[in-house]
Nanobody, 119 residues
């Protein structure tokens, strides 16, 4: 079984910072790509950033320069450091890990953690 568990969400003021964590039940390197996604009420889930096992990253334009993704293999944990937070960053943030399988890929999702940016 594979489980991803997010933590670190909460309420923060605009301009503040927050760090999200995603703990995996297996070695992170088993996921060829991992990422953070977010979904605001009434909106589609959107990509925030992805990172491959080689460390290649792909950030959404809306978070470039403010958010940083990192992998700590020793802890089997994925992090998202969020700085200069804006109200529009308010959403449920989800961790995703993808494994290659013979016929495609298998995606695993965490349950999400709420991030609210408000004065």
């Amino acid at each position: 079984q594979v489980q991803l568990v997010e933590s670190g969400g909460g309420l923060v003021q605009p301009g503040g910072s927050l760090r999200l964590s995603c703990a995996a039940s297996r070695i992170i390197n088993s996921f060829y790509v991992m990422g953070w996604y977010r979904q605001a009420p009434g909106e589609q889930r959107e990509l925030v950033v992805t990172i491959t096992t080689l460390g290649n990253t792909n950030y959404a334009d809306s978070v470039k320069g403010r958010f940083t993704i990192s992998r700590v293999s020793a802890k089997n944990t994925l992090y998202l450091q969020m700085n200069s937070l804006k109200p529009e960053d308010t959403a449920v943030y989800y961790c995703k890990g993808s494994q290659r399988i013979n016929s495609g890929r298998m995606d695993y999702w965490g349950q999400g953690t709420q991030v609210t940016v408000s004065s």
